[in-house]
């Protein structure tokens, strides 16, 4: 594992070059190097914190489907092998949606809606799984299919969104670090809000993860507002006092507070 696209040996010089150059253009010449300075600027920002929440709100559900899914293909009145391969399906469907919404969703350069889509599909399967009556398993394990199409595409999403959006390569680093080890703190949550005796409905636990996934709906529109008002404010500030990228190396240090630099929505 090579620590920059530098010292790459398995790349042409050509292909260093254009690599190189090509971070560069996505970082709006921003620092690279290590300064203590860089881990508090990701610290003190209220918007690597939003992005914590975000993917917490998303996280939880993603846990609980290891809670919950044996016990609805027990009620299918399968078991051993076939019981095994009924619970597939789920990751098979998400897996594909992962890979469909990371591919329109880099095209397209947007973030926030394919978030806030998911987790509406997301919703929709948890609330089918809510209101399911005892006694329709079918139907329980249709909505965890629709769940798992919500829940596992905002993932990707999420993470590129976060890193994305943190300016300069230290605090990007603390901002994915922030983001993952502290949202995965939701798994603990998941363990208990479906408890044994709450089964088959889990309706605690369901209940809970819409919730979840209605507070990263919230954070989600929160951020695209955000964003798109930063944007709109940095635009201005260049026309008023013509900045261009010409200028860029004055800003180096001041990550995504870089008037050059630009959100994505």
Same mark, same amino acid.
């Given at each position: 594992?090579?620590?920059?696209?530098? +010292?790459?040996?398995?790349?042409?010089?050509?292909?260093?070059?254009?690599? =190189?150059?090509?971070?560069?253009?996505? /970082?709006?010449?921003?620092?690279?190097?290590?300064?203590?300075?860089?881990?508090?600027?990701?610290?003190?920002?209220?918007?690597?914190?939003?992005?914590?929440?975000?993917?917490?709100?998303?996280?939880?559900?993603?846990?609980?489907?290891?809670?919950?899914?044996?016990?609805? =293909?027990? #009620?299918?009145?399968?078991?051993? /092998?076939?019981?095994?391969?009924?619970?597939?399906?789920?990751?098979?469907?998400?897996?594909?949606?992962? @890979?469909?919404?990371?591919?329109? &969703?880099?095209?397209?350069?947007?973030?926030?809606?394919?978030?806030?889509?998911?987790? +509406?599909?997301?919703?929709?399967?948890?609330? @089918?799984?809510?209101?399911?009556?005892?006694?329709?398993?079918?139907?329980?394990? *249709?909505?965890?299919?629709?769940?798992?199409?919500?829940?596992?595409?905002?993932?990707?999403?999420?993470?590129?969104?976060? $890193?994305?959006?943190?300016?300069?390569?230290?605090?990007?680093?603390?901002?994915?670090?922030?983001?993952?080890?502290?949202?995965?703190?939701?798994?603990?949550?998941? &363990?208990?809000?479906?408890?044994?005796?709450?089964?088959?409905?889990?309706?605690?636990?369901? $209940?809970? @993860?819409?919730?979840?996934?209605?507070?990263?709906?919230?954070?989600?529109? *929160?951020?695209?507002?955000?964003?798109?008002?930063?944007?709109?404010?940095?635009?201005?500030?260049?026309?008023?006092?013509?900045?261009?990228? &010409?200028?860029?190396?004055?800003?180096? #240090?001041?990550?995504?507070?870089?008037?050059?630099?630009?959100?994505?929505?």
């Amino acid at each position: 594992m090579y620590d920059y696209p530098s +010292t790459a040996t398995f790349l042409t010089p050509d292909e260093r070059e254009f690599v =190189i150059e090509r971070l560069k253009h996505d /970082s709006t010449d921003l620092a690279t190097h290590y300064d203590r300075k860089f881990v508090f600027q990701a610290l003190k920002d209220w918007k690597c914190w939003m992005m914590v929440f975000v993917y917490m709100g998303i996280l939880i559900p993603v846990y609980a489907f290891s809670l919950f899914i044996p016990t609805i =293909i027990n #009620e299918l009145g399968y078991k051993a /092998s076939t019981a095994q391969l009924l619970s597939t399906p789920p990751y098979i469907a998400g897996c594909f949606f992962t @890979v469909l919404v990371g591919i329109y &969703s880099d095209k397209l350069k947007l973030r926030g809606p394919f978030v806030l889509g998911c987790a +509406t599909v997301a919703i929709a399967g948890y609330s @089918v799984l809510y209101a399911t009556p005892q006694g329709h398993p079918g139907v329980s394990y *249709a909505g965890t299919v629709i769940a798992a199409c919500g829940t596992f595409p905002s993932i990707a999403v999420v993470l590129a969104w976060a $890193g994305g959006n943190a300016g300069g390569d230290v605090k990007r680093g603390v901002a994915l670090a922030m983001t993952i080890g502290i949202a995965n703190l939701g798994g603990v949550c998941s &363990s208990f809000i479906y408890r044994t005796k709450d089964a088959p409905r889990f309706h605690i636990g369901h $209940g809970t @993860v819409i919730g979840c996934l209605l507070l990263a709906v919230v954070l989600t529109c *929160a951020a695209m507002v955000t964003y798109s008002r930063l944007n709109k404010q940095k635009e201005e500030q260049c026309r008023r006092e013509g900045i261009d990228h &010409s200028q860029a190396p004055k800003f180096r #240090e001041m990550a995504d507070a870089s008037p050059l630099f630009r959100y994505t929505i």
